[in-house]
């Protein structure tokens, strides 16, 4: 057994899609293919967005698929306290900051111009935590699998929210906490995440951990130019036999990895052990993926 360990960590505000079965292949595929562990976690932080049938579904479609992962679940909703331990070293550091700046007042600056760096701006009002960018170094470098050297400057993205002003942890925080408290290796998801990385590996830096390697793969993308996502009502996966069997091929064929068309109607199984042995990240598209109708 190697020490690759990946994960795919669906957002239960509704229920996989095409795009996502796409990512959960690939992230299962260079898992197996490295002798390594895979996992599943539930990013259930926001549960206004995340009714609670979604999840249990989500895990059902995976399981529909083959793709079985190598310990239980983990539930963002959970973590709370690791969380907070993060956010209290990095106020500790003076990294992070409480902001109470609307949305709509500075709607019209591309990023968060910082006003509350030096303390709040309006006391009196609930306040988010900020990652306050200007006290780390400026540039993000990486090499990532498939788009290769990466160079980004953190001053054009702004200071991210880690905590909102409703009490709610934020994504980038919580996936970084989760990612390295559970030994995450390598990240394979959609290149839409891309621009999230910078501000990860920054609060990677920041709480003196190990970033994974990352491999963003090509988006699925509607033949109107969408794509393919829970807000643009992507169609959720159907689980029935004959659905999951020619969904599955269809994903293969999407990734660029040749299966075999004889196996488009082979159980799930079947196509899986042949996708494992022909599994090659130098063969993911360059450019995103415009399906048919």
């Given at each position: 057994m190697?020490?690759?360990?990946?994960?795919?960590?669906?957002t239960?505000?509704?229920?996989?899609h095409f795009?996502s079965?796409?990512s959960a292949v690939?992230?299962w595929?260079?898992?197996?293919?490295h002798g390594g562990?895979w996992?599943v976690?539930i990013?259930d932080?926001d549960?206004p967005?995340c009714?609670?049938?979604?999840?249990?579904h989500?895990?059902e479609?995976?399981?529909?698929?083959?793709l079985?992962?190598?310990?239980p679940?983990?539930?963002?909703?959970?973590?709370?306290?690791r969380?907070?331990?993060?956010l209290?070293?990095l106020?500790e550091?003076g990294?992070?900051?409480?902001?109470?700046c609307?949305?709509?007042e500075?709607?019209?600056?591309?990023?968060y111009p910082?006003w509350?760096?030096n303390g709040?701006r309006?006391?009196?009002r609930?306040?988010?935590?900020?990652?306050?960018t200007?006290?780390?170094p400026?540039t993000?470098?990486?090499?990532d699998?498939r788009?290769?050297?990466?160079h980004?400057?953190l001053s054009s993205?702004?200071d991210?929210?880690l905590k909102?002003?409703?009490?709610?942890w934020a994504?980038?925080l919580a996936?970084?906490?989760?990612?390295?408290?559970e030994g995450?290796t390598?990240?394979?998801r959609?290149a839409?995440?891309?621009?999230?990385?910078?501000w990860?590996?920054?609060?990677y830096r920041?709480?003196e951990k190990t970033p994974?390697?990352?491999?963003?793969?090509?988006?699925?993308?509607a033949?109107?130019g969408q794509?393919?996502?829970k807000?643009?009502l992507?169609p959720?996966?159907?689980?029935?036999?004959?659905a999951?069997?020619?969904?599955?091929?269809r994903a293969?064929i999407s990734?660029?990895q040749?299966?075999?068309p004889?196996?488009?109607n082979?159980p799930?199984?079947?196509?899986?052990?042949a996708?494992?042995?022909?599994?090659?990240p130098?063969?993911l598209?360059?450019?995103?993926?415009?399906?048919e109708s």
């Amino acid at each position: 057994m190697s020490d690759y360990v990946g994960r795919f960590a669906p957002t239960p505000s509704g229920l996989l899609h095409f795009g996502s079965l796409t990512s959960a292949v690939a992230s299962w595929l260079d898992a197996r293919a490295h002798g390594g562990q895979w996992y599943v976690r539930i990013e259930d932080i926001d549960p206004p967005r995340c009714p609670p049938d979604n999840a249990p579904h989500i895990l059902e479609q995976l399981h529909a698929f083959g793709l079985e992962w190598d310990r239980p679940p983990s539930w963002q909703h959970q973590h709370g306290a690791r969380y907070q331990k993060a956010l209290d070293l990095l106020v500790e550091k003076g990294l992070a900051y409480p902001c109470t700046c609307s949305r709509k007042e500075w709607r019209e600056h591309t990023v968060y111009p910082g006003w509350c760096r030096n303390g709040p701006r309006h006391p009196e009002r609930a306040k988010a935590w900020r990652f306050n960018t200007s006290r780390v170094p400026g540039t993000i470098e990486w090499c990532d699998r498939r788009l290769g050297h990466q160079h980004w400057q953190l001053s054009s993205l702004g200071d991210v929210v880690l905590k909102r002003r409703d009490g709610l942890w934020a994504y980038q925080l919580a996936v970084v906490v989760d990612d390295a408290f559970e030994g995450v290796t390598d990240v394979v998801r959609g290149a839409d995440l891309l621009d999230n990385t910078p501000w990860q590996f920054a609060l990677y830096r920041a709480l003196e951990k190990t970033p994974p390697r990352t491999l963003h793969l090509p988006l699925m993308v509607a033949s109107n130019g969408q794509k393919l996502s829970k807000q643009n009502l992507a169609p959720a996966l159907m689980t029935d036999d004959i659905a999951v069997r020619q969904l599955l091929h269809r994903a293969l064929i999407s990734l660029n990895q040749a299966p075999v068309p004889s196996l488009q109607n082979a159980p799930v199984r079947h196509q899986l052990d042949a996708a494992l042995e022909r599994w090659s990240p130098d063969r993911l598209p360059g450019q995103d993926i415009i399906l048919e109708s």
